[in-house]
């Protein structure tokens, strides 16, 4: 029975990893350990930079907004899996498919976006040092995210919206454990030229530009780190942009492996398995990463539990003694 137009079409089917009973809660296991671990380190990012004067700057204003869109990154797809894994569905609606689609494709492109910023900023930075301060402002530093955050919500505006102008066949299996646009103009019975024009322009425009950006940094930064002549200069040099650079790595390469395989095996399941890769593991690791090879984030941590330890027993000692309230003390304290 051949398949037929069905413009109406109210929920697709995520095939997922396996669907064998006994392997699910083993990735239910595992995606959910990631997840929370993926939350848990972004946030500990954020709170050091926003709470530790010593990293407010732009490198590291950077690096929180990366954290804050890595967290919308995997919660866009992650909680979704676990709950069908759970609730033993396979169902997303047609509604839940579309908004899916929409943050996913606006927090890949925005990772890319703030991948690139932050590649500029250490461009600058190695290679103008005495200018630094003076190009990278304040102003241009919220200028550079507030245009990320609305040229990535309008790229993904467009593309959300004109799948809505597909019809679809009776078949609506997905062979992944979140709604890829690729996998969705696939299943579509109506015309899909000019989605996968929209589709491939738009991955070349804002994959391979950004990338193209970001190696010619890197390449000025190579050259102005052989042209120091102190080998302490040119460690610290480095050390500066190993983090960042192992990141764009990770990022860019399972990415490209990703979209490289699925071309070779069509629809298979493996590009699934693939793709977490840079959809769960980088945001993962973005965080150790950084707190791993970075003395300033090591440095706010422990300036961060050392200034708990202190506060925890002078607010017990303001507890147990009443006659304290209201004392100059009490708000000393209160500023620590």
């Given amino acids: 029975m051949e398949p037929h137009n069905d413009t109406q079409i109210s929920e697709f089917l995520l095939l997922g990893f396996s669907e064998e009973p006994e392997l699910q809660p083993l990735i239910f296991g595992l995606f959910l350990s990631m997840y929370l671990i993926t939350v848990f380190g972004n946030l500990v990012i954020i709170l050091l930079v926003s709470s530790d004067s010593h990293l407010h700057t732009p490198m590291y204003f950077f690096l929180s907004n990366l954290s804050f869109v890595?967290?919308?990154f995997t919660s866009t797809t992650i909680p979704k899996m676990l709950w069908n894994i759970k609730t033993q569905s396979k169902i997303i609606t047609y509604e839940g498919?579309?908004?899916?689609?929409?943050?996913?494709?606006?927090?890949a492109v925005l990772d890319i976006f703030l991948l690139t910023v932050m590649a500029y900023d250490r461009f600058v930075a190695i290679c103008h040092p005495l200018y630094y301060t003076v190009i990278m402002n304040p102003r241009l530093c919220v200028l550079l995210v507030l245009v990320s955050w609305v040229v990535c919500m309008l790229n993904s505006l467009l593309q959300s919206l004109m799948l809505l102008q597909l019809s679809f066949c009776t078949d609506v299996k997905i062979p992944h454990f979140f709604c890829d646009l690729s996998q969705i103009i696939q299943l579509a019975c109506s015309d899909t030229f000019l989605n996968n024009m929209v589709m491939y322009f738009a991955s070349v425009l804002w994959?391979?530009?950004?990338?193209?950006g970001i190696l010619y940094s890197y390449s000025k930064i190579v050259s102005s780190i052989h042209g120091m002549s102190s080998s302490?200069?040119?460690?610290?040099?480095?050390t500066t942009c190993a983090s960042h650079l192992l990141i764009v790595s990770l990022f860019f390469c399972t990415s490209l492996?990703?979209?490289l395989s699925s071309a070779a095996t069509h629809g298979s399941q493996s590009s699934a398995t693939a793709s977490v890769m840079y959809t769960v593991v980088t945001p993962m690791l973005n965080p150790f990463i950084?707190?791993?090879?970075?003395?300033?984030?090591?440095?706010a941590m422990k300036r961060f539990f050392v200034m708990e330890s202190l506060k925890r027993p002078m607010v017990l000692g303001l507890e147990r003694?009443?006659?304290l309230k209201g004392s100059k003390l009490q708000s000393v304290v209160v500023i620590l």
């Fill in 97 to 107: 498919c579309i908004t899916q689609i929409y943050f996913f494709i606006l927090s």
């Fill in 70 to 72: 890595d967290i919308c």
């Fill in 321 to 323: 003694c009443p006659w």
């Fill in 207 to 212: 994959g391979g530009g950004p990338l193209a």
């Fill in 232 to 238: 302490q200069g040119k460690y610290k040099a480095f």
């Fill in 290 to 299: 950084y707190s791993l090879r970075n003395k300033d984030i090591k440095g």
């Fill in 257 to 259: 492996g990703v979209y």
